[in-house]
């Protein structure tokens, strides 16, 4: 018989922060307070100077083409030199990854109303998913996550915390919202990523669209099929729409649980 998995809590991960891998330590020290070393002459560069020129070449060309030989020729360098800056490859990521995020930009709405700020939050963290499709490339591993990925948490936190649940519950909802920005984002990603390597919106959604076409008379696709066939009720949503569509609901039970009193 297998064995069973243990179930991993909020309280696990906090308790087991004391007990961080040092390769991973390391990386999150860099992240947190990056320094050129002091060996040597004086550095040409700064780090964010390092971090400025790989973000630029996974803007134009995409992730694969942001190496360390890549970064190092843009900057003059070679790339044994960049090490100075980055011991090896994912402590450079870590840093384009948190600097491509950027900040949350401020809320426009009041306080007091946390459904229009969480809302105001995902369309902001789905416009940067979209201008940076790179970022989305990345697999979601055990790795350091910097200050302005806790500014985004934060910038979430607040709204929520304002409906009056728990921290444990205020909690499950960020992750609840977050997982649908995140999810709902994917066929616009997709798009700017095709975007960006010269493909129209036009020629995307004709592949899109004749790949999901396959399932219309394929007895193994009924549900989907009647899906894509059925008769339209009014115009349709652009992705923008559909994802705040989808985002409503979402805060539509958010809301429910909320007047439910269950905190």
């Given at each position: 018989?297998?064995?069973?998995?243990?179930?991993?809590?909020?309280?696990?991960?906090?308790?087991?922060?004391?007990?961080?891998?040092?390769?991973?330590?390391?990386?999150?020290?860099?992240?947190?307070?990056?320094?050129?070393?002091?060996?040597?002459?004086?550095?040409?560069?700064?780090?964010?100077?390092?971090?400025?020129?790989?973000?630029?070449?996974?803007?134009?060309?995409?992730?694969?083409?942001?190496?360390?030989?890549?970064?190092?020729?843009?900057?003059?360098?070679?790339?044994?030199?960049?090490?100075?800056?980055?011991?090896?490859?994912?402590?450079?990521?870590?840093?384009?990854?948190?600097?491509?995020?950027?900040?949350?930009?401020?809320?426009?709405?009041?306080?007091?109303?946390?459904?229009?700020?969480?809302?105001?939050?995902?369309?902001?963290?789905?416009?940067?998913?979209?201008?940076?499709?790179?970022?989305?490339?990345?697999?979601?591993?055990?790795?350091?996550?910097?200050?302005?990925?806790l500014t985004w948490l934060e910038a979430?936190?607040?709204?929520?915390?304002?409906?009056?649940?728990?921290?444990?519950?205020?909690?499950?909802?960020?992750?609840?919202?977050?997982?649908?920005?995140?999810?709902?984002?994917?066929?616009?990603?997709?798009?700017?990523?095709?975007?960006?390597?010269?493909?129209?919106?036009?020629?995307?959604?004709?592949?899109?669209?004749?790949?999901?076409?396959?399932?219309?008379?394929?007895?193994?696709?009924?549900?989907?099929?009647?899906?894509?066939?059925?008769p339209s009720d009014g115009k349709p949503?652009?992705?923008?729409?559909?994802?705040?569509?989808?985002?409503?609901?979402?805060?539509?039970?958010?809301?429910?649980?909320?007047?439910?009193?269950?905190?």
């Amino acid at each position: 018989m297998a064995a069973r998995k243990r179930t991993v809590t909020h309280a696990d991960i906090m308790e087991a922060s004391g007990r961080v891998d040092p390769d991973l330590r390391r990386r999150s020290e860099l992240l947190w307070d990056r320094a050129v070393s002091t060996r040597g002459p004086k550095a040409a560069f700064t780090p964010d100077d390092v971090v400025r020129v790989a973000i630029q070449i996974a803007d134009d060309d995409g992730l694969a083409a942001m190496t360390m030989q890549a970064v190092a020729v843009r900057l003059g360098l070679t790339t044994m030199a960049l090490y100075r800056y980055f011991p090896n490859k994912e402590a450079l990521y870590d840093a384009i990854v948190d600097a491509g995020m950027g900040q949350p930009p401020a809320f426009r709405a009041p306080v007091s109303d946390w459904r229009a700020r969480v809302a105001e939050w995902a369309h902001a963290k789905r416009a940067m998913l979209i201008a940076r499709p790179w970022l989305a490339e990345l697999p979601f591993v055990a790795a350091p996550h910097g200050p302005n990925w806790l500014t985004w948490l934060e910038a979430i936190a607040e709204p929520l915390s304002q409906t009056g649940l728990s921290g444990p519950f205020v909690g499950q909802m960020l992750s609840i919202v977050d997982g649908y920005t995140r999810g709902a984002s994917d066929t616009a990603i997709s798009l700017a990523r095709a975007e960006a390597r010269g493909v129209s919106a036009e020629q995307w959604a004709a592949a899109v669209g004749a790949d999901l076409g396959r399932a219309i008379g394929d007895p193994r696709f009924p549900s989907f099929a009647a899906i894509l066939t059925a008769p339209s009720d009014g115009k349709p949503l652009s992705l923008e729409e559909s994802f705040d569509f989808g985002l409503q609901r979402v805060l539509d039970g958010i809301a429910l649980y909320v007047r439910g009193g269950v905190v």
